[in-house]
């Protein structure tokens, strides 16, 4: 039963505040969600412009090195767990039970504390920046005994605040695991799903089992640095490398968690603007799967460099590069859906579309970094920063735009300004690519990342690279206003906004028994 109703009586200021902090309501938390992971994603993008300001010349210009590295790593954990993850989760709650047929998310109570929780985590996380000795400046990847030895005193904070986001991560798991399996309309049968929320299903489980993980390495951490133990501290008899093993085997299947559901975002567009129904079902489903369990069995490529056994470093070799075989399979079936397909080029088809093609590329780094021996070569330089900058930003940060695009008229029942979202979509392409193409090179000369200053000879391409990412940070601005504007005063949509589009009527079935566009099944 749907408790929002339990706060609609009231009248005035105090109700429009209550609804918003009270509400169980799956649409709701979807937009809380939602508006919460474009506020983080600008935080997170200062932060980057601010890093890629100091790397314009050779030379300290605006910051210090201690602060550069704070900025890192902040810039990096509020992208991942401010911006990217809730985003999914906002597109989660809003779409799932739309689309299975349920009334709303099986548990909405918890549903509204695991958002409630986030905005709480990122203060404390954000405040660090005004504690005794700064913010953490390990990276986000927060390397023992540099986070645990070396570490500021607000290392405390941070830590209880990485345990908040996994809390509330794994409350929203179990939330959309709960409702798939349980709120279904009658005669939605599992392989019947449309893909999105396949993805998300699987994403969940992943989240589940790795999240403890991820609160089980901090909790070492806290031990080290307040309470005596030595498990990072080879003083003590502990090891640095098992900090890195436990970190990677949650942070590998972790960029996975942030990738799945953006295959199941562009597995919805692609067909829509295509006019077909999908390639390849059931070897989508399959090759999502797969890709979920073997995201367990390649954390160490992350660690080429650390004196692994020969024979691990091929185990981990090989079943990296096996890895790029289902991906292979979900390029092959979009652009198999695209094939003789009736196609048109709106705003989300573009974004599907450069995440496809800009996507793939990052794939193919990830292939290269995924040789041991060369890995030799590439490790710790802005190559590897090329490379996931690759899969997260066209990858993840396009979905979510591809998917907000999408559904924008279906949340609000308004059209977007389409000229302007080609606008958007055109200057974020640029941008991306004037920013993070050049990195390659650099990576390939030997530039060392995490680092604000460097050798004269990478100058060019690090002024280029700056200018692309001022050309993406300020090109956001076209997008909140095109959907403030969409919210506002926009012309009304349609009840099947893309299907008449260009006068071309789309009439082939999805495989859900709807739309994603109609209304779900009437739940008897």
């Not at 602060?67 to 401010?82: D, E, K, P, S």
């Not at 330089?381 to 997260?392: G, M, R």
């Not at 979905?399 to 055109?426: D, Q, R, S």
Request: aromatic share 18%.
């Amino acid at each position: 039963m749907n408790t929002s109703v339990a706060v609609s009586h009231h009248h005035g200021p105090a109700s429009g505040i209550s609804r918003w902090l009270f509400t169980t309501n799956h649409k709701d938390i979807g937009t809380l969600y939602l508006w919460f992971s474009f506020l983080m994603f600008l935080t997170g993008g200062c932060m980057a412009l601010l890093i890629r300001a100091e790397l314009f010349q050779p030379g300290l210009q605006l910051i210090q090195p201690d602060f550069f590295n704070q900025m890192t790593t902040m810039h990096g954990l509020i992208m991942v767990f401010g911006a990217v993850m809730p985003a999914f989760v906002g597109l989660a709650n809003w779409m799932i039970p739309l689309m299975v047929g349920a009334p709303d998310m099986a548990l909405p109570r918890m549903n509204n504390w695991s958002f409630w929780i986030l905005p709480f985590a990122f203060a404390m996380m954000i405040s660090t920046l005004f504690m005794d000795g700064g913010a953490p400046n390990f990276g986000w990847t927060f390397y023992a005994p540099l986070s645990t030895t070396y570490a500021p005193p607000s290392v405390t904070f941070f830590i209880f605040a990485v345990h908040m986001m996994g809390i509330s991560s794994i409350m929203g798991a179990i939330n959309i695991i709960a409702t798939i399996l349980n709120l279904r309309a009658p005669g939605m049968t599992m392989m019947k799903l449309p893909l999105f929320v396949w993805t998300w299903l699987i994403t969940a489980f992943l989240l589940i089992a790795v999240m403890p993980v991820l609160a089980g390495v901090v909790t070492m951490m806290l031990m080290d640095i307040h309470f005596g133990t030595s498990f990072f501290d080879a003083a003590g008899g502990g090891d640095p490398v098992l900090f890195q093993h436990v970190f990677w085997f949650f942070g590998h299947p972790e960029v996975y968690i942030m990738i799945l559901p953006a295959f199941g975002i562009v597995s919805e567009i692609i067909p829509t603007f295509a006019r077909k129904k999908l390639f390849g079902y059931a070897s989508m489903v399959y090759a999502t799967a797969s890709i979920a369990v073997l995201s367990f069995v390649v954390w160490a490529h992350h660690m080429f460099t650390v004196g692994l056994p020969l024979a691990g470093e091929l185990f981990f070799m090989f079943a990296t590069m096996l890895i790029a075989v289902p991906t292979g399979v979900k390029v092959f079936n979009w652009v198999a859906t695209m094939f003789r397909g009736s196609m048109t080029f709106e705003t989300p088809m573009l974004f599907a579309l450069a995440f496809v093609v800009l996507f793939t590329i990052g794939g193919f780094s990830g292939l290269m970094l995924a040789i041991a021996p060369v890995d030799f070569q590439y490790h710790d330089t802005y190559f590897v920063v090329a490379h996931f900058h690759y899969v997260l930003v066209p990858g993840a940060v396009f979905a979510i735009m591809a998917g907000a695009y999408y559904w924008l008229p279906k949340w609000c029942g308004n059209y977007y300004n389409e000229t302007m979202g080609k606008v958007h979509f055109w200057c974020n392409f640029i941008g991306v690519n004037i920013t993070f193409f050049p990195m390659h090179f650099i990576g390939l000369a030997g530039m060392p990342r995490r680092i604000p200053d460097y050798a004269l000879q990478f100058a060019d391409f690090n002024a280029i690279a700056t200018v692309g990412a001022f050309i993406f940070g300020f090109s956001q601005l076209i997008f909140l206003y095109n959907v403030i504007s969409c919210i506002r005063n926009s012309k009304p949509a349609s009840d099947r906004v893309w299907e008449g589009s260009h006068g071309l009527e789309w009439t082939v079935a999805s495989p859900a028994p709807y739309h994603s566009f109609s209304e779900p099944p009437q739940v008897k």
